[in-house]
């Protein structure tokens, strides 16, 4: 039985991607996590069941700080490390879904001589995907224009769970206390949250209620409501959904980051959604993937200055609920669960699994 190790993380991002996949290859490979001791894709890889093997992972920290004038020397004991791992546990192939965590193990896999794979999310690559792109048989992307940056690029679109395709409306909205005949706003900050969003939605809570119910996945350390009377009727405030198949089938509407990896579940469910992207403290990945859509008249963008405006939030989510046109449109877009694509590049790199 071929042996895949997977490794990336950092964020949810980096880290539920690579779980859909593994998902489809369990009893066929045997299966184990790698990524930085500590961060969130050790808690995750654990919860669903993997072996998790962890080392020290540098991040680039983005601004000027001398922390970043020691990355080059924690990088090559982090590598160190990952060759050592990799060499104990003789995986067959490595996968990687990017982000900082993914570095050593994609290093040191090219040193042993390891295949490797790598999956790009976002329409810009990312710096850990541009560092890694030729010690690995694949760039494999979400976006097709990303593919041909890369000579060994293939477009395969993004890794979804196939649970997430299985939700029933109509037990997901009994799940969540929500009547029949007003639609639901789904609120997602993240897994972390979003402190913007979200005090965004509290700030406009009484209008919002007027035309939606509510349920807002607030992200783990964001504050709830402190107790039942402070909860409005029709708003059901979560830190954390396990259940995002449950949340996304009671959903008529989505208030949303950009990050790749939702944005592309969102519209493969076919759901309106209003984007406001992470654009401070960031790359700008957020802002050019709601861009991208936005364009092609399959989702509404907010900038997150705008949420200052006292109007913005409640005028745009009105505005998404009236949009016949978008509706329309997304019943006919062409984003797929690229899951399978995936699968058929594991197996043409290792053979017949």
Do not use: W
């Not at 001589?113 to 690995?136: F, K, M, Q, V």
């Not at 939700?167 to 900050?189: C, E, I």
């Not at 990945?285 to 709601?290: G, K």
Request: net charge positive.
């Amino acid at each position: 039985m071929k042996h895949i190790l997977f490794c990336g993380g950092g964020s949810a991002g980096h880290t539920v991607p690579n779980l859909a996949v593994m998902q489809e290859l369990e009893g066929k490979c045997r299966l184990a996590y790698a990524g930085s001791s500590g961060g969130i894709e050790e808690r995750l890889a654990k919860e669903a069941g993997y072996p998790f093997y962890g080392i020290p992972c540098p991040k680039l920290v983005r601004s000027l700080t001398p922390k970043n004038l020691m990355l080059p020397f924690r990088m090559v004991q982090s590598e160190r490390r990952a060759f050592a791992l990799l060499k104990e546990l003789k995986p067959d192939l490595v996968f990687s879904k990017g982000g900082y965590a993914s570095l050593p193990y994609l290093f040191a896999a090219r040193r042993l001589h390891i295949p490797a794979l790598t999956h790009e999310s976002d329409l810009s690559p990312g710096l850990a995907t541009r560092l890694t792109a030729r010690r690995c048989k694949f760039v494999l992307t979400s976006f097709e224009e990303t593919a041909r940056r890369f000579a060994n690029g293939r477009y395969v679109g993004s890794p979804m769970r196939k649970e997430l395709f299985a939700g029933s409306p109509s037990r997901a909205r009994a799940k969540y206390g929500f009547k029949r005949g007003t639609p639901v706003l789904l609120v997602l900050g993240g897994g972390s949250g979003s402190r913007t969003l979200n005090e965004a939605v509290r700030a406009h809570l009484p209008a919002l209620l007027e035309q939606f119910q509510i349920l807002h996945l607030c992200g783990k350390g964001s504050p709830l409501p402190n107790a039942p009377s402070d909860v409005p009727r029709g708003y059901t405030a979560l830190s954390y959904e396990p259940d995002m198949a449950s949340a996304y089938a009671a959903a008529d509407f989505v208030l949303s980051r950009a990050g790749s990896n939702t944005v592309f579940e969102v519209l493969a469910l076919r759901k309106p959604a209003l984007l406001v992207p992470l654009e401070r403290a960031s790359r700008g990945d957020q802002l050019e993937n709601a861009r991208y859509f936005e364009e092609r008249g399959l989702c509404r963008l907010l900038h997150e200055r705008e949420l200052a405006r006292s109007d913005a939030l409640p005028a745009a989510l009105f505005s998404l609920r009236n949009d016949e046109a978008l509706r329309a449109r997304l019943e006919h877009t062409p984003v797929r669960n690229g899951t399978p694509a995936i699968l058929c590049a594991i197996e043409e790199t290792l053979g017949t699994l």
